[in-house]
């Protein structure tokens, strides 16, 4: 039991803290709303989770054979993390009737775990810390996967429905495109430790 509140409460501190996918999930809501949202916040949840199985099952042991491949990878990453601040910059409000803006899609909210860093350092961490060497290693890994899995859908989606209240707050146009500002300036900083990092190496 012990074991099971130790995995819950270091779920809960890693999803429901700030980080790209929250910051995604809030902006979505206050351009799309809640429902509309819906299917990127399951997109990030279903994503991480499965993402998390595959480290477990050996995906990192790749890392290990084969270096380069995860400084391509962080590095395509900080690419893709600095295109998505550059939309979330430039999207106008869904008021705009000349335009049809979508939010991103399920598929796209689980294929950005992929390159989310901080998606990487608490799965990697989750297994490496919670897991044990031996018969048990396969069911604590499926125990994490599944506690992730239910934990991170309330966890981020405090972010969505935070995101769809501030939707009826900000009504209008310069206000919105303000805080589309500020979200992406968030993103890029969520970004700039592992560029400092890039660099350094």
Known sequence: MDYLVAITLFAIASSVTPGPNNIMVMTSGVNFGLKRSIPLL????VGFSVMLLLVGLGFARLFELFPSLHFI???IGVIYLLYLAYLVAIS???TDADSNPQPFSFLKGALFQWVNAKAWIVAIGAISTYTSAGADFMSQNLMITIVFLLVSFPCVGIWLVFGSSLKHVLKNEQSLRWFN????????LSVMPIVLEIFAG
């Open 42 to 45: 399951s997109g990030i949840c």
């Open 73 to 75: 990878l962080k590095c």
């Open 92 to 94: 106008s409000p869904t």
């Open 181 to 188: 500002f500020v979200m992406a300036t968030l993103l890029v």
